[in-house]
């Protein structure tokens, strides 16, 4: 089975940093997905981990713990426009179906402030 | 990235009936698969479309509720059968396979309304 895991709300303030985590158990791994969705629109692809470590794409990083379970996103200077949910997914191994399965946590809704 | 729409955008629907909902890729993908959103949550899997075969469907959905075809590398339709008000919610086509891309790019859904 699978089972991802992430705060349901954050709140932080304009040109700080935020940290959003997500810790998962399944049943096998083939790399974690980061999606921004804002409200009303489809989710839009952030970042993907498949090698434990750190990925840096401008203002967003991804790190991920394969050992562990866990990832985090990482938001730096923080923009009103990032308010918005973020969707941690986990893809499965090929399932010799046709598909690599992803797995959404429910997401978690983070508000900036002035 | 791909362009990818979907039609309707939007619909409210009588209960009982039916609704296709088309997704149409401006490239050739590999995997295209059907997403449902309800309200206040997250994406949950509704099943792979395959192109030539039978869709692939996850725990909890059928074929006889949700059929999908998928004639070709650019496009498929899923339709929402005998429809209730627990099937209201946005409904997602989402690609996979683009030039060596890992990540799934959606398609701006369709938000489905059933009375």
């Known amino acids: 089975g699978q089972n991802i895991d992430q705060p349901t709300e954050m709140t932080a303030t304009e040109g700080a940093i935020v940290q959003i985590n997500c810790t998962y158990q399944t049943s096998g791994f083939n790399g974690l997905f980061w999606y921004q969705q804002h409200a009303g629109e489809a989710p839009t692809f952030l970042s993907y981990n498949v090698l434990d470590g750190l990925e840096e794409k401008g203002r967003f990083s991804s790190f991920l713990s394969r050992s562990k379970g866990y990832s985090y996103l990482l938001l730096k200077e923080l923009q009103m426009k990032d308010s918005a949910s973020y969707l941690c997914a986990v893809r499965a191994p090929y399932s010799g179906a046709g598909s690599y399965q992803l797995t959404f946590g429910k997401g978690t809704k983070l508000s900036v402030i002035p | 990235s791909a362009v990818i729409s979907q039609k309707p955008s939007r619909d409210i629907c009588q209960r009982g009936t039916s609704l296709t909902i088309q997704c149409q890729v401006d490239s050739q993908v590999t995997m295209m698969f059907w997403y449902r959103q309800q309200p206040g949550q997250s994406l949950t899997l509704i099943a792979t479309a395959n192109q030539g075969s039978e869709a692939t469907y996850e725990s909890g959905f059928v074929i006889d509720k949700f059929p999908i075809s998928r004639p070709n590398l650019t496009f498929s339709t899923l339709t929402v059968s005998n429809m209730s008000p627990e099937d209201s919610s946005i409904y997602l086509c989402?690609?996979?396979?683009?030039?060596?891309?890992?990540?799934?790019?959606f398609g701006p859904g369709t938000r489905l309304t059933v009375l």
């Open positions: 989402s690609v996979e396979g683009l030039a060596g891309a890992n990540e799934q790019f």
